[in-house]
């Protein structure tokens, strides 16, 4: 699934081009439509065409399919692994896997992604090695991968940063004539951080290439969406910036990659950012260290299992006939053979040396970090001696 990202294309710099304010006349376009676009029924039926919204190409439906069923057999073996003790904390995003496949395909590979800490899933359908996605997670101070290499920002904990992230990026990008695309993930609790309306204020104002996808998957940990805003919906939010907004089905596939082609293709044409909200649903906790039966009951989680991102999407694709039996199965070996190397070079130990806590604190370590230093040394060298004696 690895892919090298071709070379980036380089022109001349491009003159600054401040956005014109819209009009109480020119909003109506800037607002998301009544109810979230869909283009199939939850049982995988299609829905009538839409000329807004092309349908995908079936087989790049089918890659789609392929990932997303890679993408939740990686879930579920990272989860398994938080359990084992082998990850710190793992945030799973089973239930968003139309998101978080659709949010990578939309893009070309040179364009750049600014992940949360729940895009794990994402960055292995972008092609990184999934060892190297979930260092982080097991406690390394560091991502596993090249962000530069990989145009892939590390994933981000604090609420909302990587929005200010992706507007400077993709501002710089269109700046030196290149057309490049950042696409910020954002959960629907980041949309009450302050460095979320910053970072949409500054890209609208500086017609910065940025697609927002904020993923409303209901809960902001335990906090439900009825305290975190009073509008229609989330995408309302984009109007007041001057930025055109939509909202999706998220658990609809077609829809999820048609819509976010479209606001790719937007951004990428020099029209400035384009902010999408998809209506989705976390079916797990928000980490391992999460007891979800506190705010949610069973009667709602199951009213979601039915609308199954990945079944919705086999159906549709049996019946166009770019899937079948044979294909169904062999995506699914492949994604157990994914699983199981993932599992085989997790379990080994990595080797780590405690004194390097203390390394790049600061420039010049202070008398009391050289202190703090020395203390441990002498612990681990006692620890070792008692080791040795017994």
Request: aromatic share 8%.
């Amino acid at each position: 699934m690895t892919t090298t990202p071709p070379a980036v294309r380089r022109a001349s710099p491009r003159k600054r081009r401040p956005a014109t304010p819209a009009t109480p006349d020119q909003s109506a376009g800037l607002l998301p439509q009544a109810e979230p676009v869909r283009l199939l029924n939850p049982d995988g039926t299609p829905l009538p065409a839409r000329a807004d919204y092309p349908e995908p190409p079936g087989e790049a439906l089918r890659e789609m399919y392929r990932r997303m069923i890679v993408g939740r057999r990686f879930d579920a073996q990272a989860t398994a692994l938080t359990k084992q003790g082998r990850l710190a904390v793992y945030p799973s995003s089973r239930g968003q896997e139309a998101c978080q496949v659709g949010g990578v395909l939309a893009l070309r590979d040179d364009d750049w992604v600014f992940p949360t800490y729940r895009e794990s899933m994402a960055l292995t359908a972008r092609g990184i090695d999934p060892v190297e996605v979930l260092t982080l997670l097991r406690g390394d101070w560091h991502c596993g991968y090249d962000p530069a290499a990989r145009r892939t920002a590390p994933q981000c904990t604090p609420l909302a940063t990587q929005c200010v992230h992706a507007a400077g990026l993709a501002y710089g990008e269109s700046y030196q004539g290149r057309d490049t695309v950042a696409l910020a993930f954002i959960g629907d609790g980041a949309t009450s951080e302050g460095d979320f309306h910053e970072g949409v204020n500054f890209a609208a104002v500086f017609k910065a290439p940025v697609v927002f996808f904020v993923q409303n998957n209901k809960y902001a940990i335990s906090v439900p969406l009825s305290r975190q805003t009073a509008a229609p919906s989330l995408a309302y939010k984009g109007v007041g910036y001057g930025v055109p907004s939509e909202q999706v089905d998220g658990n609809d596939p077609v829809a999820v990659l048609a819509v976010l082609t479209r606001a790719v293709a937007h951004a990428r044409a020099g029209h400035g950012p384009f902010l999408v909200e998809a209506h989705t649903y976390r079916m797990e906790p928000h980490t391992n260290a999460d007891d979800a039966t506190r705010y949610r009951d069973a009667d709602e989680v199951e009213a979601w299992r039915d609308r199954d991102p990945v079944a919705r999407l086999e159906t549709y694709l049996r019946g166009l006939g770019v899937l079948d039996d044979a294909a169904v199965a062999e995506i699914a070996e492949e994604a157990e053979a994914y699983a199981a190397a993932l599992r085989e070079r997790m379990n080994s130990q990595p080797t780590v040396d405690p004194l390097s806590l203390f390394d790049h604190v600061y420039a010049e370590p202070t008398p009391q970090l050289v202190e703090q230093r020395a203390q441990v040394r002498a612990e681990l060298v006692a620890a070792g001696d008692e080791q040795g004696d017994a």
